[in-house]
Structures are given as C-alpha cells and as structure tokens.
C-alpha cells in the first residue's frame, strides 16, 4: 500500500481505509458486474446480436432513450427556470420549493409511478382535462416521459442552482454600464457561465432516466413495441428464466450507461477547470 | 438580493420576474405538489378507519419490518464504507485516486433491474455459485439477504458521494498539527474529522437510508414477492395496487413512505442550515483572530 502514496504523510489508516474501501467496492460492485459481463461473453457473437436487434428489443431501445432524452431536454429548460428563479428572486414561499426540489430523490419510485397513474389516468386530477382534448398520458410513451420527467427533475435544478450563486455580479454589472442590454448580458455574460453545468445536469438526468424502472412500470401498462422500456423487457426476460437475454440486452444498456458517466466525468472535470480559471 | 434601485439592465421588468416565478410554480405545482397531495388524498379516501387498518394487515407489518432491517443493514455498510473511502481519498494522494472515484460513482449508472440480475446472476439457481449455495442449503436470492445486497448495491455511493467534497474542502492541515502533537490515529478522527463533518455525514446517511427504504427495481428481482416474508413496502404497495378493493390500502403504504420523503427533505432542510452557520462562525473566528 505505500508503494501507491506519492507524498509522506504524518496522517495514519492510510493501508486500512484504501485496503477497506477497495475490498469493500469489489465484492459488492465490481465482482457481480464482471459476472455479467462474463455470462455475456458465454454467448457466441451470433447469439448476442440476434438477441440484442431483435424488433421488440430495438423497440424498447427507441422508447426508452427517445424519452428519457426528452424528459432530459424539458428539464433542462425547466430546471434552468427553477434554478433562476430560486437564485435570482424572492418571493414567499421559495426555501420551501427550494427544499421541496429534492422530493425525486426521497420519494421511492414506487410512489411517484403510482400517484403519477392516478394523477394524469382519465379519470384523475389533470388526465380528466386531457381526456376532452383526445391526449391519453397513461399507457402510452407520453407517460413514460411523464414519469421519467419527474424523476429527474432535481438535477438539472442541483447542478445549475450553485454555479448562479457563485457568479459574481460584477461581471454583468460592467456590462451593463457598457450599454448592453439585460438579454444581451443573459446570451453573452451568463449563459456562457452556466452552460457546462447545464450540460451536467442534462447527462445526469438523462443517465438517470434511461436506467429507470420502479416509476415506469405502473403508468406505461408495459405493452410489447409501444410502451415497454428496456428496463422492464430485461424483467420481462428474467421472469421467464431466459437469463442469456436478460444478460445480453442488460449489457448493452450498461454500456451505454458507462458511455455516459465517462462524458459526465469529463464535463465535471471541465466545469471545475472553468470555476478555477 | 435585487433592490427596486437596481439598474434596470441588472434585472428584468416586474412583469417578465413575475410570469417566471409563475411558470416555474406551475411546473412544479405540477410535477412535484399534485402527486404528493393525491397520495394523501387517496390513501384517505375511505376515511381514516380503512386508513390505520391497512397497516394493521399482517402482511404489511411485515413489509415495514422487513424494510427498516434492509434499511438499517445499507445505511451502517454503506456507511462504513463511506467514511473510510472519504478518509482515504481527501486526506491521501495516491496512485489510482482518479479511478476509485469514478468506480464508486458506477452504481448510480446502473439500472435498479440490472442491479437485481447481476446478483441473480451470482447466486440463483442457476448462478455462478447456485449449487454451491443449495448443496450448502444457503438462499441468498429470493430471500432475504438478496434484498439486503440489491439494497447495498443501488444506495453504495450516497455517504461517500457526500463526505469527499466536505473532507476535501477541510484540507488536512487540522488532523496532521493533532498528530504532530501527539494524538493517536483515533482520536485524531473522534476529535477532529467527526465533529467537522457530521452534518454532511448525517445527511449522507439519512439520503442513504431513504433510498434503502424506496428502492424497488432492483429489490423486485430479487425478491421473489413472497407475500409475508420477501415482500418490502414498496413491493407490498405494488401487490396492493394491482388487487381488487386495496386500493386506498396501496395508497396508505405509499402515504407512509411520502412521509419518510418529506423528513428526509425537513432533515436536510436543517443540515444545509446548521452547516452554513458552522461556516459562518468559523469565518467570524478566523477574522477574530
């Protein structure tokens, strides 16, 4: 172990703490991790292409990134409205929306899918006003957008909230004494600040989104090549013991996903070398 | 923050400020208040009696039990794991950090459902060590300590994710002068690092602990549904939804969970405050000085 240390240090637990964690992380996420990937590499090429193109599965591949990338995308303007509003304006009631922001995050998904059917089904609080209009949210991709919009609405709200309090105002106030305007100085003074954690954020609700189950699962009535998300064809498989499918198109989805939080990580990277700059 | 003097080029009209706050209102109102309010609302719809009764079914009982052990099982391994991982990166550098910081971050970019298979995987029946594991009349899936693990897996990061940006901002500087004058490794830890980070740690583990008791992706995988004995609230509210004539009952379950949801926003409510004025206190000491 202090053959991985680059500086002396007079702190001690180093070997223990580093020793505990990497042990710890292996056994509970590396290791089964591996075990998928090893059980997917028991299929021969054929086998795993064939299971991952097939019609129903591709279906759910354009359901379920085509939506998340939407819910993504409104919360990326909405979220940018929160944020804005929370930072930039007092009115009564803002820390508690500003606490209440957070309750995707608490709320298990199981109670955001139910009260969400019941909320925007035809006879609920809103599906009874969209009923006359002919707009079905339950039991149709609008509703699976619905659902994953209200998961991951907090992120887009977190990542952006911090980096508009931080701006200084000094920056906007030359700018104005300049002469611009107050929408010139928003697309050329504040945008320019906030949109790497804008972009964050998108990336963080749309990883969240595409992986999504719990909340899905009651308000999409999961119906084969319309409204089934991956998530739930992979349980769909499982409960059928077709374990090889499961395997082969959860392995897609993980790469996906690790696709992902890499462009996270460097955006994270880039954003805090922009802060220090 | 924006007086009435400010320069008009520093803020928006009235109007434009107004019809911003209302859109952002309507959107949440929307999204976040409706659904909150209609759990209430339909787990009372038949009146309270039908309310408290829904909690008094055996199954049920044994659903909230089941999931504060799971509860209880993540948040202290998780925990553990999140002070020491936190220890370890903020107050070393080491070969590798950059990697163990982006491992530890994996099981947020994990589906809940592939989270549950990959244990399914390991231990079914059919799993990598199954017949291991019946020849040695283990169950580890469809029971529970599958729940607890897919619960482990899915809340791994939360402490840790919490700690390192605190620990990190705190620097080292504190903990090496306890050791330059003498304190042992543990005191140095009680005494200094504890106090500083406790209301971050604090909300790392009540954010922990109410993903541990919501989760059900994943925990639905590996459960097996067995009414009475593997079945967690979140499973039991899915039971009860899909039944005839429980449905006030489901509601009554997902009622008690939005109230845990609602704590754990007051909790962090308060963190974030005590937090801030910790901060502010120290910045008045150090300008004492």
Not at chain 1, 161 to 177: N, R, T
Not at chain 1, 203 to 222: C, Q, T
Not at chain 2, 83 to 88: G, L, P, R, Y
Not at chain 2, 162 to 176: D, F, N, R, S
Request: proline share 5%.
């Amino acid at each position: 172990m202090p053959l991985l240390l680059k500086k002396k240090t007079v702190l001690p637990g180093f070997g223990l703490t580093l020793g505990f964690s990497v042990v710890y992380l292996s056994l509970l996420v590396l290791i089964p991790l591996a075990v998928l990937v090893m059980k997917a590499m028991g299929l021969t090429w054929e086998q795993f292409w064939t299971t991952v193109t097939r019609p129903q599965v591709v279906a759910s591949y354009k359901l379920s990134f085509g939506a998340a990338l939407i819910a993504a995308l409104l919360n990326v303007v909405f979220g940018l409205l929160v944020a804005w509003v929370l930072v930039r304006y007092r009115f009564p009631g803002r820390k508690i929306i500003d606490a209440l922001v957070d309750l995707p995050f608490a709320l298990p998904t199981a109670v955001a899918g139910i009260a969400l059917t019941a909320l925007y089904g035809p006879k609920g609080w809103i599906g009874q006003w969209l009923e006359p209009l002919g707009i079905k949210a339950v039991f149709t991709p609008l509703g699976v957008v619905i659902a994953l919009t209200f998961i991951s609405l907090p992120f887009v709200v977190r990542t952006v909230q911090p980096v508009l309090e931080d701006l200084g105002k000094e920056v906007e106030e030359a700018a104005a004494s300049l002469g611009a305007s107050r929408m010139a100085i928003f697309r050329r003074v504040i945008f320019p600040e906030i949109w790497p954690a804008l972009l964050t954020g998108f990336a963080l609700a749309f990883a969240r989104a595409v992986g999504e189950y719990g909340s899905v699962v009651f308000i999409s009535g999961n119906l084969p090549m319309k409204t089934q998300i991956t998530p739930l064809l992979i349980m769909g498989q499982l409960e059928q013991f077709k374990y090889a499918e499961a395997t082969a198109i959860a392995v897609v989805m993980l790469v996906a996903s690790f696709v992902l939080l890499l462009a996270i990580n460097l955006l994270q990277r880039w954003t805090t070398r922009r802060m220090a700059m | 923050m924006y007086s009435p003097r400010t320069p008009r080029q520093l803020t928006e009209p009235a109007w434009v400020r107004w019809s911003l706050i209302g859109l952002a209102l309507i959107f949440l109102g929307l999204f976040l208040v409706l659904p909150l309010v209609l759990v209430f609302a339909e787990a009372f719809t038949k009146g309270a009696a039908v309310y408290f009764a829904s909690f008094n079914d055996p199954d049920a009982a044994h659903a909230i039990k089941l999931t504060l052990l799971v509860m209880v099982a993540s948040v202290v391994c998780n925990g553990v794991f999140g002070v020491a991982a936190a220890w370890a990166i903020t107050k070393f550098s080491f070969r590798g950090k950059s990697l163990l910081l982006t491992l530890i971050d994996l099981p947020f970019a994990v589906s809940p459902v592939i989270a549950g298979l990959i244990f399914v995987l390991l231990f079914g029946a059919q799993g990598l060590m199954g017949s291991w594991l019946s020849d040695h009349d283990v169950k580890i899936i469809f029971a529970v300590p599958g729940i607890v693990l897919a619960t482990m897996f899915i809340t791994f990061p939360f402490v840790a994710r919490e700690l390192i940006p605190i620990m990190q901002a705190q620097g080292t500087e504190e903990e090496e002068a306890a050791r330059v004058l003498g304190a042992r490794g543990w005191t140095v830890f009680w005494r200094i690092t504890l106090p500083n980070i406790k209301w971050g740690l604090l909300y790392g583990l009540i954010l922990c602990s109410a993903r541990a008791m919501g989760e059900f992706g994943a925990v639905s995988v590996v459960s097996g549904h067995i009414r009475g004995e593997t079945n967690t609230l979140p499973l039991h509210i899915e039971i009860l939804y899909n039944e005839p004539g429980q449905y006030a009952a489901a509601f009554a379950c997902a009622s008690l969970l939005s109230l845990l949801a609602l704590v754990t926003l007051v909790l962090k409510a308060i963190v974030e405050w005590r937090q801030a004025r910790a901060q502010a206190q120290a910045a008045q000491l150090s300008n004492v000085e």
